[in-house]
């Protein structure tokens, strides 16, 4: 049996903590646009227009995310499934995802919301720190980086760019959900609290 999920929820809202736990309940790989762009921007492999919208905050065209996407299904670790982290964020980029996954004769199975009040994204991804040595992400309030840490302050994560990708996000996704909801398959879940305590929620919500 394959599990196919989508976790969606503003920047900032805990999707990569949930989605190791989803990961590792379901045997799956998680799929992170992010992650996936921010590797190619690291080998030198994007195109410098999409870095160019990266760096300003804004997200990349559908055709680029679909295409990564597309490449990494390709692979045998996603054979019983896999989570997509971040994406789609729009109801052109699901219909995009649902036209792929008829293609490969595959179907979702949950689309799972993080919901998190807008101020408190901001405090969480402002204070948001990368490890370049290790690629570990800590937190300058809740999880404080160990001494001698090389530390990243992504561009995206400056107060102005992390208002302008909110912005993008509410108003991009506005009609995301319902799309979903239509489809019977949205799990909205809290995601204020504890990593456990909205692991807990998330795990009932996939039950």
């Not at 990494?72 to 019983?80: A, M, P, V």
């Not at 998190?116 to 309030?141: C, F, M, S």
């Not at 909801?181 to 807990?200: H, Q």
């Amino acid at each position: 049996m394959t599990h196919i999920v989508i976790l969606v929820g503003p920047p900032g809202s805990g999707k990569g903590t949930q989605a190791e736990f989803i990961c590792k309940k379901f045997g799956i790989p998680q799929i992170s646009t992010g992650d996936m762009l921010r590797a190619a921007k690291r080998a030198g492999t994007l195109d410098p227009k999409y870095l160019a919208i990266m760096d300003s905050g804004k997200l990349v065209p559908d055709e680029a995310i679909i295409e990564l996407i597309d490449g990494r299904l390709k692979e045998d670790d996603t054979k019983d499934g896999f989570l997509l982290d971040g994406f789609p964020r729009t109801v052109p980029q699901a219909e995009a995802l649902d036209a792929l996954l008829s293609k490969k004769g595959l179907k979702l199975d949950a689309v799972v919301q993080l919901d998190v009040p807008r101020e408190l994204l901001e405090e969480r991804l402002v204070n948001r720190r990368t490890d370049l040595n290790t690629g570990k992400i800590y937190h300058l309030l809740y999880n404080p980086p160990p001494e001698g840490a090389k530390l990243e302050h992504r561009a995206d994560d400056m107060p102005d760019k992390v208002r302008t990708r909110q912005s993008a996000y509410e108003a991009q996704t506005a009609a995301l959900l319902p799309y979903y909801e239509a489809k019977a398959l949205l799990r909205r879940v809290d995601g204020v609290g504890k990593p456990d305590e909205v692991t807990a929620r998330l795990e009932a919500a996939l039950a």
